[in-house]
């Protein structure tokens, strides 16, 4: 079992930065993937970001390339979401997860945060 806390949201103007951060409970941190959806206000959950458990292999949405890191610290049970170069388009409700798999897809993971909102004006 693992629970998953999210930190770190806010407003921002276009352009700014911010740091999201999750806090997974669970001793077996290292065996999980980890990633990043985002919901939208009428849109569906879409995946962000991800990192494997070893942390050695990331994937990201062409959306966010470029701008976004994920990383995780596996002593601290810590994984992050730098955010750069926001745009009004990335305001959504940011969710970590957790999961075996390592996908891009919803279904491959077990657990969920409770989400933390972004919001990013223009």
């Known amino acids: 079992q693992v629970q998953l806390v999210e930190s770190g949201g806010g407003s921002v103007q276009a352009g700014g930065s911010l740091r999201l951060s999750c806090a997974a409970s669970?001793?077996?941190?290292?065996?999980?993937?980890m990633g990043w959806f985002r919901q939208a206000p009428g849109k569906e959950r879409e995946f962000v970001a991800r990192?494997?458990?070893?942390?050695?292999?990331?994937d990201y949405d062409d959306s966010v390339k470029g701008r976004f890191t994920v990383s995780r610290d596996s002593a601290k049970n810590m994984v992050y979401l730098q955010m750069n170069s926001l745009k009004p388009e990335d305001t959504a409700v940011y969710y970590c997860?957790?999961?075996?798999?390592?996908?891009?897809?919803?279904?491959?993971?077990?657990?969920w945060g409770q989400g933390t909102q972004v919001t990013v004006s223009s």
């Open positions: 997860v957790a999961g075996y798999s390592g996908t891009n897809l919803r279904g491959g993971y077990n657990y």
């Open positions: 669970g001793r077996t941190f290292r065996a999980y993937a």
């Open positions: 990192i494997s458990g070893s942390g050695t292999s990331t």
